[in-house]
Every structure is written in C-alpha cells, then in structure tokens.
C-alpha cells in the first residue's frame, strides 16, 4: 500500500512536470552548409576557450587571446555567413586585434554586466553568438558558458526557455537565480519571465508568490518598478488590482504619459470606454485635436524669422516635431522630401519642430541633405516652448494639418502619408 502510494506521488510529480518542450526560434533557411561549419566553429572556439581559462584562470578579454596558443587555425574565427570576412554585427563587439565574425559576450564592454546576468541565468547563458544567419526574426547561433549550442532570438531575456534544455529547467533555474540574487540588477526581466512561464504551466499559487515576493522589493518612488508589477499582474489578467494599483500611481506621477496610457488600456479592458477614451486624451492630448482648429504657435525660424501656422493659411501642412537623434524621424526623412517635392507646387508644405540641442548639427544635417523647409529651433529638446505647447511627449510626431487648419492626423508617415497629402489638397 506503502509503495503504491510513494509510486502514485512520484507520477504525480512526473505529470507535474513532464512540461511541453520549448519552442525555441526557427534556424534561418539559408546555407545549411554555412550553418554547419559555423557550428563547428563555435565548438572549437569552446574548447579552446576552455583550454585557456585552464591555463589563466579566467576566461580571454578577446577571442583573438586564443590564437595562436589554444586556436592554432584562426579561420575559425570566421563564420562562412559573414560577407565581410570577419566584422560582427554589433560593432562594441569588434576585436581589436584580428578579424573575427563572432560577439564574444565577456568582451571587456560587457564583462561586467554579463557577469553579473550569469548569477542569474547560470551557464546556459550564450558565450559567443554568431548573428549572421539572421532571418526577419533575427536569430542568433549560440554557444553557451556551457560548450552547448542552440539558436534564441537577439534578446533572448525577454525569453529565457529558449536557454535552456526544457521548461522545468528554465523554472528551475530562474526560481533559484532571483532567491540567491534578490538585488541583481537583471531581475525585473526574470520576475516577468517566471510570471508568464507559471502561468503557462498552471502554476498560478508559485506566480501569486512571486508577486507578492516582489512587492517587497519593489521601490515605491520608482515609477518603473512599479510598471513591471503592472506587466505581472496584467499577465495574471487582475485588472482589478491593476486599477486599484494606477489609481494610486496616477495620484504620485500625476501628469505621466505612461501611466495615463496604461490606465486607458486597463478602463478599455474592463468595458469602461468613456474614461478609456479619457485616458487615452490625457496620455496624447494631440488626439483631442483632431477633426478641430490646432491653435497656432508664433516662432522664430532658423533664419530668424517669424513664423506661425497663420502665414501657411489655405496651405495642407505637414508640422513635424522632429530631431537628429531620433532614428525612426531621420529614417522618414527621405519619404517626407518625396511627399514635399511632389506635392509643394499644389499647396503642401512641411514646417519642421526640431527638439535638437545643438544648432551647427542641425544645420549641417539639414544642409547636406538638402531639407529645403522651414525650420523652428529653440536649443531646449523637450523644453521647446512650441513642443510644451503641443504636449509633445514622443517623437516622431507629425502632424497633417487641413488647409483650414484643423489637425486630421497626429501620425502622419510612411506610406499613408502620400495618400493622405493627396486626399487633403483634393478637399
Ligand atoms: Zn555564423
């Protein structure tokens, strides 16, 4: 009776865990040959790294250490994939001393940090990553500390189970890793793991504790602590407690963009669509504007001018708040001056709000590629008098006014923005 018993709990336990096998990331259909002497590659760079940790005591600073003591052949260093013949993709990665294809992850840009991450996440962790096979979802070949191979996506701590073998072991390890390092900088990505991975398996009491396990970590003047407890919370789908929760932000970040537009979701969620509405005004007050008059602005341009939106009166004007540093508004760039040198002789027009800080930048950006509109710069980024004014809290934000001046999009790029350029000249 003893025995069946002690069976019946160990099946039990078998049943518990016997977890679905993880999902991990699509190798890219490409070259399988390449593929595979890039796999031999990564496991002679292995061997080799273990071979000089034997000898040192501590892993290389750079793959290049290895040659030509523990990598007598440095072609190995050389993914068939890598059309440069030796450059990885991520250039602080680059070896200072020969070609290599790979990003060792120990390089002294990252040691620090990647030390302190292998407290937590152990030694399925990647050591050196090839990132040239990579497909639309950008997958990455991986050695791990532990000479293991396997493919995860670039960022692979927004998924941990693609490390590991299975999903027991990814619990395993995650569960133990934030008990062993509750202060690891890294943990806010293994709380949200281990919430959604609980979840998966049904293990909905471990992932109640895990949140009330963080609560007791969590800062409470910080904003951003508080926004991963709402990420677990929202997981759990307790959007009652995430109310009660923003309710109380909402009161200690009054004004917060973030908040308001996860309030909104939350009101949205719960059917309560006047106050979802609400909060999506208050987090983008612009979406209040459309459809009515954009008050006007009175400015200086570049060329010390006044200019307002009064002076372009009868005209469809592209107002678009803008900056240097802003990659997604450089890479429109070149759509706007299609649109603005198709359009500009019917009655379209482009005036630029540039939250830059440096003026000869700016100038010479707008110089060399030939920006031929006009341009309102006050030197102060987020602080530009015209930016407050328009509650401006991201970028890129362009707005498409009505030649009678109302706003009829705060969003107007990529390929709509020809059609709705066109549209509005029609009207
Ligand atoms: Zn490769």
């Not at 979802?276 to 001018?305: C, M, Q, W």
């Not at 030939?370 to 362009?398: C, D, H, L, M």
């Amino acid at each position: 009776m003893k025995v069946i018993l002690t069976l019946g709990i160990v099946l039990g336990l078998l049943v518990n865990f016997a977890y679905a096998e993880v999902a991990t990331p699509e190798p890219p259909e490409q070259n399988e040959k390449n593929i595979e002497v890039c796999t031999e590659n990564l496991l002679v760079i292995g061997k080799a790294i273990q071979a000089y940790q034997k000898e040192h005591g501590d892993f290389p600073a750079w793959l290049s250490d290895l040659h030509p003591k523990h990598l007598t052949d440095e072609n190995v260093l050389i993914c068939p994939a890598d059309k440069e013949g030796g450059k990885p993709i991520f250039t602080q990665s680059t070896d200072p001393e020969m070609p290599v294809s790979y990003s060792y992850e120990l390089n002294p840009n990252y040691r620090e940090a990647k030390t302190e991450q292998r407290k937590l996440y152990g030694d399925a962790m990647p050591l050196v990553r090839c990132r040239h096979h990579a497909n639309e979802e950008f997958t990455v070949l991986n050695l791990s500390f532990s000479s293991r191979i396997y493919w995860s996506s670039s960022v692979w701590e927004y998924k941990p189970e693609e490390i590991y073998a299975n999903l027991e072991e990814t619990i395993a390890t995650l569960a133990a890793g934030i008990q062993e390092h509750p202060d690891n900088e890294d943990r806010t990505y293994v709380y949200l793991a281990l919430t959604r991975l609980y979840m998966q398996v049904e293990r909905a009491e471990d992932a109640e504790n895990l949140i009330n396990r963080y609560k007791e970590t969590l800062k409470p003047d910080n904003l951003r602590d508080h926004f991963v407890l709402s990420d677990m919370l929202r997981m759990m789908n307790r959007d009652e407690e995430l109310l009660q929760l923003f309710t109380k932000l909402e009161e200690q970040f009054p004004e917060n963009s973030g908040v308001f537009r996860r309030l909104a979701k939350i009101h949205e969620r719960l059917g309560n669509a006047e106050l979802a509405n609400e909060y999506r005004i208050k987090a983008n007050p612009a979406l209040a504007l459309i459809g009515k008059t954009v008050p006007d602005f009175s400015a200086t341009d570049l060329d010390g001018n006044p200019i307002s939106l009064e002076q372009y009166r009868g005209k469809v004007i592209l107002l678009d708040f803008w900056a240097i540093w802003c990659g997604p508004c450089i890479a429109e760039m070149p759509n706007v001056k299609k649109v603005y040198d198709t359009y500009k002789d019917e009655g379209f027009d482009v005036i630029g709000i540039s939250l830059d800080t440096d003026e000869d930048i700016l100038r010479d950006y707008l110089k060399e590629n030939e920006i031929p509109w006009r341009q309102v710069f006050s030197g102060e980024g987020w602080k530009s008098p015209v930016a407050r004014q328009y509650y401006i809290n991201s970028i890129p934000t362009p707005w498409l006014i009505a030649k009678d001046g109302t706003l009829i999009t705060h969003q107007a790029r990529g390929d709509t923005l020809e059609r709705l350029v066109a549209d509005a000249l029609s009207r």
